[in-house]
């Protein structure tokens, strides 16, 4: 969930330590291919040494509609400037949730890298499906997460500021009516 531009770098460990990572492995799948049935994995010579033939298949292997898919993928994030995007709408979505939280105590805590948001909720349970199914009488679609009371914001990477401004309009309405306010 973490990758093809998603948290505004390639892949989610490159958030960490100033993206001087270097994981064994990567797993990918269908970020990368526009929600086709694809996956990969990259990993260093040594680790893939480590593996006997025949341990890395899976259906999403070898699909030419999804490989094409794959690769058309790439091409528009790195073309259309997709991560510039993520990172400059993730920094607006972050902003207005910190906004939100000072405005609605029940907010207490705001996460996430680039367009992969999370906020968490106290009080009683099921207020984040309360406030999720507030927000979708106002066309805007979220989901809940997690065994706390957590509201995943995972928009489309090209995203637009005036989109997460409604985002954020409508979700200020959803706590209200779903708190009572």
């Known amino acids: 969930q ?4 998603r948290t505004g770098t390639w892949w989610g460990y490159q958030q960490f330590d100033e993206g001087a990572m270097d ?4 797993i990918f799948a269908k970020g990368i291919a526009s929600g086709y049935p694809f996956a990969g994995l990259a990993a260093r010579a040594d680790a893939f040494d480590k593996l006997a033939p025949g341990t890395m298949g899976g259906t999403y292997g070898g699909n030419a509609v999804s490989c094409a898919a794959a690769v058309a993928t ?3 994030i790195q073309n259309e ?3 510039d995007n993520v990172a400059e709408r993730g920094k607006q979505l972050m902003k207005g949730l910190v906004a939100l939280a000072a405005e609605h105590p029940e907010i207490v805590d705001v996460r996430g890298r680039g367009l992969m948001v999370a906020i968490e909720l106290s009080g009683s349970k099921g207020i984040a499906s309360a406030i999720t199914k507030a927000a979708a009488k106002r066309d805007v679609l979220l989901m809940t997460a997690g065994a706390r009371e957590c509201i995943r914001f995972l928009p489309s990477l090209t995203v637009t500021y005036d989109e997460v401004d409604t985002c954020l309009e409508a979700l200020s309405a959803a706590i209200k009516e779903a708190l009572g306010k």
């Open 23 to 26: 994981p064994d492995m990567v």
């Open 74 to 76: 790439i091409d528009v």
């Open 81 to 83: 400037r997709i991560m």
């Open 2 to 5: 973490s990758g093809a531009g």
